[in-house]
């Protein structure tokens, strides 16, 4: 079984910071894409930032200079920086990962329960 747990979410003031982690557990052999998505309520889900073959970062163009995208290889987690909060990037932020694993292992796309930020005065 492999699980993608997210952390970090909640409210915050327009122009303020958040950190989002998402951690990948379970039988896993290899991670080959992992990253962020979001979607607002009436929107379709988004890609925000994600580290793609060959180690490679994709990011929106509206999240461009403000959010980062990290991983620690190690522990089988990223994380996004969220700097400079608009009230726009309020969603709902969900964890994907493409990996190689699972019970009887396969190559497969994976999805976190997500987390919601709020960006608000």
């Known amino acids: 079984q492999v699980q993608l747990v997210e952390s970090g979410g909640g409210l915050v003031q327009p122009g303020g910071s958040l950190r989002l982690s998402c951690a990948a557990s379970?039988?896993?052999?290899?991670?080959?894409?992992m990253g962020w998505y979001r979607q607002a309520p009436g929107k379709q889900r988004e890609l925000v930032a994600a580290f793609t073959g060959g180690g490679r970062t994709n990011y929106a163009d509206s999240v461009k200079g403000r959010f980062t995208i990290s991983r620690d290889n190690a522990k089988n987690t990223v994380y996004l920086q969220m700097n400079s909060l608009k009230p726009e990037d309020t969603a709902g932020y969900y964890c994907?990962?493409?990996?190689?694993?699972?019970?009887?292992?396969?190559?497969?796309?994976?999805w976190g329960q997500g987390t919601q930020v709020t960006v608000s005065s």
């Open positions: 994907h990962a493409k990996l190689w694993g699972g019970e009887r292992p396969a190559v497969g796309d994976y």
């Open positions: 379970g039988s896993i052999i290899s991670i080959y894409n």
